[in-house]
């Protein structure tokens, strides 16, 4: 058993050691299996460690407690993802209240290129569905990670609705890993771990406790490069998802809704308070996110035959760092790549889309017209 990885499980399981503490004892003596060997007078020292935390770190008895649940881990499938690790999502440990520990059951990627947040209420009409399925249909050519929090309603639609479309999907659960709430959704968990995963922070066991839900909030929040609130009410879990989001300056999106219906009070606020931008398809999505397809291998084929000899001098430039480039650039890059003044630059790329070779994009962005 890897000692490391076991005092990190053990300095996680302390009372009083949270999430901000455990990185500062860390830091402090550098690595979890050294903190159990620094002497109380020294962990004393350490800002947030007090005489009852130091004790509790000398006396090493949460050690018995940590080879349990890794032995319950391997005996799930639960895969144990620490903060140092590399397979811990990158998105999370930007943020400072991210969790250190995640329990992970799939096979999903965690750092994929694409991550979108679906939520809303759990009381779904049967238009806030058809939305869902409309959004996810819409969304599937960019195979986005679709993250959601196993909810009744909004969230376990998206969940559904993912896997129908065979996108990846993660749930972000408010209890342990072997405690499916609610557990009618236990059939859709289980197809999820195949085609995508379950996401805790709360060791086995753990009961769906109401505090625990604003917390796993976060993490959705976290995860995620866009979020998107279907239906919500003025007051609500979707709401404070969108709020922590906001907070962490990731896209909020929000589907109008009829006035005066109790479903589309939330993301009418949102969007009337400026929180959230408005979401009708995937193209609002596509333009606030800078979002564009990755050229498939015929598309490749096809623009590497342009014939750049046809153009004059400096549009050759132009197309020559476009096609070895291979993606749509950002004007700026284009500046330096070209050498050549904004202006005159601005002005080629205006007589290149005028001849159909180069097109714009959302973001001052530019590429070759078989993207």
């Not at 060997?37 to 008895?61: E, Q, S, Y």
């Not at 009409?125 to 309603?153: D, F, M, N, R, W």
């Not at 065979?166 to 999820?192: C, Q």
């Not at 890059?333 to 159909?356: H, R, Y």
Request: aromatic share 8%; net charge neutral.
């Amino acid at each position: 058993m890897d000692q490391e990885r076991l005092s990190f499980l053990a300095l996680h399981s302390l009372n009083g050691v949270g999430d901000y503490l455990l990185k500062q004892l860390i830091s402090y003596c550098g690595s979890a299996e050294q903190v159990f060997k620094t002497p109380a007078g020294k962990l004393l020292k350490i800002p947030g460690v007090g005489k009852v935390t130091a004790n509790a770190i000398r006396t090493g008895k949460s050690f018995e407690k940590a080879e349990k649940e890794i032995l319950r881990a391997e005996k799930t499938n639960t895969e144990l993802l620490f903060y140092t690790d590399k397979k811990y999502p990158k998105r999370l440990k930007a943020i400072e209240d991210a969790p250190t520990l995640l329990y992970f059951q799939g096979n999903a990627n965690l750092n994929a290129d694409k991550t979108v947040g679906i939520v809303g209420t759990r009381q779904a009409t049967s238009y806030g569905k058809e939305l869902v399925e409309k959004i996810i249909k819409e969304l599937a050519p960019h195979q986005p990670l679709i993250v959601s929090g196993l909810a009744y309603g909004i969230d376990i639609h998206a969940h559904k609705q993912s896997l129908k479309e065979n996108l990846a999907t993660l749930g972000v659960m408010g209890s342990g890993m072997d405690v499916i709430y609610p557990f009618a959704h236990n059939e859709t968990a289980k197809k999820m771990v195949e085609h995508g995963g379950l996401l805790t922070e709360n060791s086995f066991g753990t009961k769906p406790d109401a505090h625990n839900f604003p917390a796993r909030n976060r993490i959705i929040a976290g995860l995620c490069d866009a979020l998107i609130v279907v239906e919500a009410a003025e007051k609500g879990g979707a709401l404070i998802t969108a709020e922590i989001a906001n907070t962490y300056n990731k896209d909020v999106f929000a589907v109008p809704g009829s006035i005066g219906e109790t479903y589309s009070e939330g993301c009418n606020k949102l969007i009337k308070i400026n929180k959230a931008h408005l979401y009708t398809s995937a193209k609002d999505l596509e333009y606030i996110m800078n979002w564009t397809l990755t050229p498939n291998k015929s598309t490749k084929s096809k623009t590497k035959n342009i014939d750049v000899s046809e153009y004059e001098a400096d549009e050759q430039i132009v197309l020559q760092i476009l096609l070895e480039k291979n993606t749509p650039m950002m004007i700026d890059e284009l500046t330096v790549k070209t050498a050549l003044s904004p202006s005159i630059l601005a002005s080629l790329l205006l007589g290149l889309e005028f001849k159909n070779v180069v097109k714009s994009l959302p973001g001052k962005m530019f590429g070759l017209n078989n993207f």
